[in-house]
């Protein structure tokens, strides 16, 4: 009985599943494993929302598996040194993996490859797991990779995206132990908001989405109080969707928000394509730009006020509060917090982005990173210096304010467009709010940033 190991890290599911596939393929009997790395908590990254939606998604494979005759084996440990020791067990004769970008599964891939060297088990790394398209195939006429989306969204898209796999109809899995698998209610620190994980809740997402949402996605992926995003990410940040699977469905579906949907698919694999190319951008800039990030103590006092959504620019503090609140942050909204913090407040995108992660369950180091170098300038945006206004983006996306009433109560009851500016509200009713006046002034942060920024 020949025995095949199936690694699970970012692919947590059984639909379009290539590593579980190729190890069914390579041996009679499989063991989908999943290792509880300690790495990742010295790491840094073991942040309590991510964790408590893993728990979720953890126990949705194994109901998976289990539905198909098998189950999750769960380790804890070093990743090398569990896989190591389960192909020694089992006598499995080859372990496979999806390739992955950061430096995390980099040296992961290159730590398992060492210790399986000099036995006799093999180790298969599979592209296009966790990306619709793998880093590295569609490349400039010069260059490694794509530095602009628009040229390379034209090749990804002439590229074409791999067929999507059905589910396995059976997995025998050999007799092994396992720890006991993790569980949300033991986690602490989670935010309320935090939504259920796992393949099953993605799925009917994701159904969900393609049949009332997509449709407006074009017109209405900016609107704030509308929330008219899928909300998708954090499923295919832990692999409980398929990205080439999404690809297909939406365009089945058909349509310009179907479109507009793969395009934002599209920007995930690009940034996997860029960090796959330059490892060092995780933390470092991708393009000098000669910022002197302000650090003192005025500016930490201002940085902690933008953590707290207490900026008194109520569309900042709004976005802030749901990141708090869901771990998860409108588009829209990420891409004003991070203006007003790197180019209003002139703070370090690394403090941001740290903060992200600290808090996003979608918190994604090829993604998170490179939209906050993006945003602040030193990323792949060909207009490094563009500011943006939060009192024009509150006008813009949210006119009548409710996104803001919805967040930061203390407003709730400003009536319309007046909540953005409540600085100019009459004495009296300004003096009743608990709500902080404006920390820094617009006008002269934009000029202090271009000065800054100039050659």
Partial sequence: MTVSVALFTSDLRVHDQPVLRAALRAADQVVPLFVLD????????????????LADCLAALDAGLRERGGRLVVRTGDTATEVRRVAGETGAREVHVAAGVSRYALDRERRLREALSGTDCALHAHDAVVTAL?????????????????????????????????APRSIDVPSLDGDAPPRRDAVSGVSPGVPEGGESAARAKLTAWLRDGVEDYEDRHDDL???????????LHFGCLSPAES???ARRKGGPGADAFVRQLAWRDFHHQVLAARPAVSWSDYRERGDRWRDDAGTEAAVEAWRQGRTGYPIVDAAMRQLRHEGWMHNRGRLLVASFLTKTLYADWRTGARH???????????????NWQWVAGT????????VLNPLTQAKRFDPRGAYVRRWVPELADVEGAAVHQPWRLP???????DYPDPI????????????????
């Fill in 38 to 53: 300690r790495g990742i908590a010295r790491a840094g990254f073991d942040a309590p929302n991510r964790r408590a939606f």
């Fill in 134 to 166: 793998p880093p590295g195939q569609v490349t400039p006429s010069s260059g490694d990779h794509f530095a602009v989306f628009t040229p390379y969204f034209r090749r990804w898209q002439e590229a074409g995206v791999r067929d999507a796999l059905g």
């Fill in 225 to 235: 109080p509308g929330d008219a995003t899928s909300r998708l990410s954090p499923y």
């Fill in 247 to 249: 690809v297909h469905r």
């Fill in 356 to 370: 992200f992660l600290d808090l996003l369950v979608d918190g994604d180091i090829a993604n998170n990173q490179m």
């Fill in 379 to 386: 990323g792949t945006d060909t207009r490094p210096n563009r």
């Fill in 427 to 433: 004495e009296k009713e300004r003096a009743a709010l």
């Fill in 440 to 455: 820094v002034d617009l006008s002269e942060a934009r000029d202090r940033f271009l000065r800054a920024r100039k050659p």
